[in-house]
């Protein structure tokens, strides 16, 4: 039986998050999820009902529904005013984005530049089209920003491709305008594609999203989603950015991969575009007090030091107790809250926890406590 399998599969490891999850009883407190606790907004569950009652349930192009194209071009103006719908592929939600980014650049033996701490398809992706993930780090000293002189001397003639990714999960690291400017300058002279993941570059919190997109399109393929923004993560909408030529490439594999992206709810997703931005506004301003309270509760714990997110919805403490991320993840899961361990994105990730704010403020204050408790139960390096 093993035989059948190929080599890729025996490759790729089960993630450790889903591992956690599958151990977690009904009633734990959830502060491990990456979905927002929000529903769609109404306008867009209505647009789906009717989008599926009026017979819109057939294959679409595969690029997406023009309209929904030019409807994400014309968001994207605020970062480029010369985006048109060209520029733009719809897919099966930004997963779908990295893999179809991941088997049209990367070849075998080609290596891959990837976070660490980082988000868990990265490598699996790389590994998956026979490509070598090489890790570059993400460290709390450095705000969880990328190092320049760490990539560079990671780039070799096998270097292909760097993926970023910004407001950062697991970590809520973000890139300023000079970080990305500098990644960007590494790529163009060295003539790679930078993959940039930015599902997050709607739930900012304090300061100003730099985008890899308002470059040199030739180097960049931008990657995002409708899952995080409008609160729709299991409806699969997500959409690439870059080049017209490097769309043309894109799109073979793409229909060769789906076909298209899924088609009532491509209509769902315009009347969310085109609906008034109250909500989001409401929903952001919510998050934003989740994470004063998860921030400080975790820097009250003794050997606790968080830095504080200012984009997505994260807090990645480290600590100095004397037991590894799984362990501690699992005593606090015992205790009946979920979180991740930092090791579950990699080895630089451990030393730390990841909880998410996508939870109401009275069961992360109930989580807190019991984090607390679990916590001054381990000593402390
Ligand atoms: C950094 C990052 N990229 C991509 C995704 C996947 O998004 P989607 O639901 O659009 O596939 C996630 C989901 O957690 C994420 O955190």
């Not at 270097?159 to 970023?164: L, R």
């Not at 990714?165 to 973000?174: F, K």
């Not at 315009?270 to 929903?283: C, N, Q, V, Y």
């Not at 998860?294 to 606790?304: A, C, M, P, S, T």
């Amino acid at each position: 039986m093993e035989d059948i399998f190929a080599a890729r599969t025996k490759r790729l490891e089960v993630s450790g998050i889903r591992k956690m999850f599958e151990l977690a009883s009904e009633d734990s407190i959830n502060l491990g999820l990456g979905e927002l606790d929000f529903e769609p907004i109404d306008e867009a569950k209505a647009a789906l009902t009717q989008a599926v009652n009026d017979g819109h349930n057939g294959y679409g192009p595969t690029r997406g529904l023009s309209a929904l194209r030019k409807a994400i071009a014309e968001s994207l103006c605020k970062y480029r005013t010369d985006v048109d719908m060209e520029n733009v592929m719809v897919t099966a939600g930004a997963t779908q984005g990295l893999l179809v980014s991941a088997m049209t650049i990367f070849d075998h033996g080609d290596e891959v530049l990837v976070p660490d701490p980082g988000f868990v398809l990265y490598k699996p992706h790389a590994i998956m089209c026979g490509a070598f993930p090489i890790s570059y780090h993400l460290r709390q000293e450095n705000d969880f920003i990328p190092q320049t002189d760490e990539i560079m001397e990671l780039v070799t003639p096998q270097t292909k491709a760097i993926i970023v990714n910004s407001p950062n999960n697991p970590t809520a690291g973000m890139m300023g305008k000079d970080d990305v400017k500098a990644l960007r300058d590494i790529a163009i002279d060295h003539d790679l594609i930078i993959i940039s993941d930015e599902v997050y570059d709607n739930i900012i919190l304090e300061g100003e999203h730099a985008t890899m997109l308002n470059g040199d399109y030739d180097h960049v393929i931008y990657i995002n989603s409708f899952s995080k923004t409008f609160a729709m993560t299991g409806w699969r909408v997500g959409y690439l950015a870059t080049s017209k030529a490097m769309i043309e490439q894109l799109s073979k594999i793409q229909y060769y991969n789906i076909a298209c992206p899924p088609t009532p709810l491509q209509h769902a997703t315009l009347a969310a575009l085109g609906a008034p931005d109250t909500e989001l506004k409401r929903r952001l301003a919510l998050l934003k007090e989740r994470r004063d309270i998860i921030v400080k509760r975790l820097n009250d714990i003794d050997g606790f030091n968080c830095m504080k997110p200012r984009g997505a919805f994260y807090a990645f403490p480290k600590f100095d107790h004397d037991i590894d991320s799984q362990d501690f993840a699992m005593k606090i899961l015992e205790a009946g809250v979920i979180c991740a361990p930092g090791s579950a994105f990699g080895k630089a990730g451990e030393g730390h926890l990841r909880f998410s704010f996508a939870n109401s403020k009275e069961n992360i204050e109930k989580g807190m406590e019991i984090v607390e408790k679990v916590a001054g139960q381990i000593s402390i390096d």
